[in-house]
């Protein structure tokens, strides 16, 4: 697609209820990240793909977080049994390929999937 | 849309003046930067970067300045216009990452008319 899509914009749930947000990025970009981003602060890493395999999840909070990409493309971050410190906004991000260190090469952020939980 | 933390540094500038945003990074080791631009409901968006051998770089209407020594960067703006009203954030990458951009707390910009 033309840029990155998320979805839901919007989800609330109650406490104890998982969670399934999606990624589609931009056609053909290798790399595929996500942060969560409280308000007033920027975003915190969470987890990274080059194509399926996930190449760093050291930014996951405790093992309620998962992630997967596996056909390379579309992404799904899982929270199970959420709770209300899990509320922030979730946004994915992809780029061409994995190295950053050149500007026409930086991520694309999507708009996000604003969780609140209850 | 999405409204940012009272906590967050301000900056207000008249439409036409030069704007300077500062960002104090962590890492001496870092060697790459960028800043992010966020509109209220949107995602970050690139607008410049800067590797850590060089001081300064300039793009259309904006010029970043590193300075490693104090481990200071910032981001000029000329002739401010309203639609550069934003949250403006910096990000950092560590040589030899995992590729993970940290990012620093925003500046809000606002643009009067």
């Known amino acids: 697609g033309a840029g990155v899509s998320q979805s839901p914009r919007y989800k609330v749930t109650k406490r104890g209820q998982d969670v399934a947000l999606r990624c589609d990025p931009i056609s053909g970009h290798v790399s595929l990240y996500w942060y969560r981003q409280a308000l007033g602060q920027g975003p915190e890493f969470l987890t990274y793909f080059n194509y399926e395999a996930q190449q760093d999840k050291s930014g996951l909070p405790n093992d309620r977080f998962s992630a997967e990409r596996p056909e390379g493309s579309i992404s799904t971050l899982t929270i199970q049994r959420t709770e209300q410190r899990d509320s922030a906004m979730y946004r994915c991000a992809s780029s061409p390929r994995g190295d950053f260190y050149s500007g026409a090469n930086v991520l694309t952020f999507g708009a996000g999937s604003r969780l609140t939980v209850l | 849309g999405e409204s940012v933390g009272l906590h967050l540094p301000t900056l207000s500038v008249q439409e036409g003046d030069n704007s300077i945003i500062n960002c104090a990074y962590s890492?001496?080791?870092?060697?790459?930067f960028i800043w992010y631009k966020q509109e209220s409901g949107k995602g970050p968006q690139f607008i410049i970067d800067i590797r850590s051998n060089m001081d300064k770089r300039q793009g259309q209407r904006v010029t970043v300045l590193l300075n490693k020594t104090v481990k200071h960067l910032s981001l000029q703006i000329a002739a401010t216009q309203p639609g550069d009203s934003a949250v403006y954030f910096c990000a950092e990458i560590l040589s030899g990452s995992a590729r993970q951009l940290t990012f620093g707390s925003g500046t809000q910009l606002t643009v009067l008319p």
């Open positions: 890492n001496s080791a870092s060697d790459y």
